[in-house]
């Protein structure tokens, strides 16, 4: 027999606190007794499932694909090691015995105790209908529940047919299946027993406004719906029965009706229970020696499921173990939830009644409706639907009871308006003037004061918060408030995140472009909800880029904004300095002919224009038109049949070229007729910023292509296509992106280039400190790595340009207008549809 080593010994001479359930609950009253006493007890913790601790609240951001697994794990197996937790997993206890004080787990490990708590959570409650039992019926409680549901959904339905899914119950988890389930591409209907979607968290009229939105995204929500039976055909769920007649199919049922603490282990061990397992103010239950904590509790009549008194629970319960004794005396409730993306609060009593009194406001314009129900002058429950950013300092005047009478007249508009007299305050000043008591983070239950203390000890970031006390880390919804701390404690002497759109978001470009396809979002004013935007309408710098990005993503199914465009993208026409206008008609490759110059030498004259210049990319531009007169001056160009230059706009400005071959003697291919059919491809696109090209029939490189942001030099055997290039204030010339040998090619290569700058590029960032951003060597790899992805790219190219191109503002008037997309299918390969 080995001899004992050190360590066994010295976790011989400590208690042996044995904790069964490795959930958020049962790790976080561990993380609170090492916090006050790290080499008190020896600890082991049984698991049921095979993994480590994990967030189960961000489970539905991993069905939804917006988190991984790793991103969503509380406490990694180093953790575990650090602290000398021995951790089963995958191996649950079955069997207390109180007398021996051991543990039996499945496998028939033996585990003594001097201590035990019993963190066991809850289970889901499943409705006692024919058919519950069949393959296809799941629940969502954990990581396995979701892999089953992404299961359901890569396979499908029948037939190769969108998958369905009917998720019965229409509470958070319910609703929060549904969202990710429908963002897996299934088809969703929700069924729900009460009249109201999450009636315990909201009234009727918040119910009906999510109601509304989650329909609105595709979804059915079938309200007042009793389920009579579960159908199954082949030994596998295939539709729900209603009670009214109403059937409807399902190729997977996702039951999410509620949950009841899960006593059963205590029970059976002699333990008093009863909707929960019996426990006194320091989470003591009915034997000394055995403790329990979190939504398998039951405390002065109550069973907590929200995550706030749960950690109460934890710190009550650590200084009890730890003889600190304080107690434990129930908690006031608050919800703050994200739901589907959609920000809702609530506390207290919202039912109203004779007594009570109500505040309403309405904002059907940007989705907000908020109720306060007041008694006495005292906020007795609150309601807020989407925007939830003053839930926190109601719920404050709430906890307190807090006489509101002097700030009624400007409560529901917000603490910075009530506070201020009526005026808009310091953005700031909001949780400011919170007390240090004051819950800033409901996820992970951190107050004001501990989020202070965190950034005093050198959290000097969003980021270094999250990882320290957590605060912000779950489902951002207090990142405001966190970052708000964090200006008012150290001022200039905050570091930095990654960069953020503007000052009306905490996420930067690359995150807002993300989510806009993740979550299918299609119109500005729904980004700024889900997104929580920190301004109504937004600003000069965020809007643009918002339009721009819903552009991009969404051809066809986006209208443009002319709202949130430049002047000078409105109104086709650059101001000057004094106060008139500059136009520039297209010339394709710097060609033009009688008509067109006739046409611009009668806007000339008919609208006295001073001045007319040609450009450094081969154009003509007219300068001296007065405001008025541009509906007329675009009028009379588009009869001769020109079209924007796009000289002032985020979009292809010129393709300039050389004579080539055609002319010069030194010229090799015809880099003329290939700038003509490059600017007729990509005119009218809107782009993150100005994007020029230039074709130069041989290597001498007379258009100046290798300063272009995309440009061809021609030689003997073909093209060589550059990219990244620019001749303003900052010269870069370009890289070398590839050679090709045809003209079709070279074509195919530049949509597909310019595409793949659409997606990926911040608004407002050209070609070049793009490319120097993410690298030539990640360009090539996204174009050329996958045989098929230039192909790919180019086509969703030409599949967005049929409607850049009819853009009103773009095309032409007259009838004379050339067909372009026939022109288009001249010069691109055929079989290039839209993937």
Known sequence: MNAPTSFDQAQRRRERLVVIGNGMAGCRAVEEILARDAKRYAITIFGAEPRVNYNRIMLSPVLAGEKSFDEIVLNTAEWYAENGIELVSGDPVDHIDRERQTVVA?????ESYDKLLIATGSDPFIIPVPGRDLPGV?????LDDVDKMLAAAEQGGPNEEQGRAVVIGGGLLGLEAAHGLSLRGMTVTVVHLMPTLMERQLDEAAGWLLKQ??????QTILTGADTQEIVGKDGHVAAVRLKDGREIPADIVIMAVGIRPSIMLAKTSGLECERGIMVDDHMVTSDPNVLAVGECVQHRGQCYGLVAPLWEMCRALADHLTEQPSGYAGSVTSTKLKVSGIDVFSAGDFSGGDEGEDIVMRDAARGVYKRLVLKDNRIVGAVLYGDTVDGNWYFDLLKKQEDVSEMREGLIFGQAFALGGGALADPNAAVAALPDDAEICGCNGVSKGKVIQCILDGAASLDAVRSTCKASASCGSCTGLVEGLLALTLGDEVQAGPKTMCKCTSFGHDDVRRLILEKELKAIPQVMQELHWTTPDGCASCRPALNYYLLCAWPGEYEDDQKSRFVNERLHANIQKDGTYSVVPRMWGGITNPRELRAIADVIEKFDARMVKVTGGQRLDIFGI????????????NA?????????????RTVKTCVGSEWCRF???????????????????WMPHKFKMAVSGCPRNCAEATIKDFGVVCVDSGYELHVGGNGGIKVRATDLLCKVATEEEALEHCAAFIQLYREDAHYLERTAPWLERKGLEWIRA???D??????RLAARFRHSQKFMQDDPWAKRAAGERRDLHSHLATVVPAGMEYA
């Open 782 to 784: 996204q174009m050329f």
């Open 667 to 685: 010229g090799t291919q015809d880099s003329t007729g290939l700038g003509v059919k490059l600017e007729q491809m990509s005119w009218g696109s």
């Open 640 to 652: 001769a049949g020109m079209v924007s230059g796009h000289a002032y706009g985020k979009s292809l």
């Open 213 to 218: 939105e989650l329909e609105r995204r595709g």
């Open 626 to 637: 007065r405001k008025e007169d541009l509906p007329a001056v675009w009028a009379d160009l």
């Open 786 to 791: 996958d045989p098929d992805a230039v192909r």
């Open 106 to 110: 499945r496998s028939g490990r033996v």
């Open 138 to 142: 799941v629940t969502f409680r954990d």
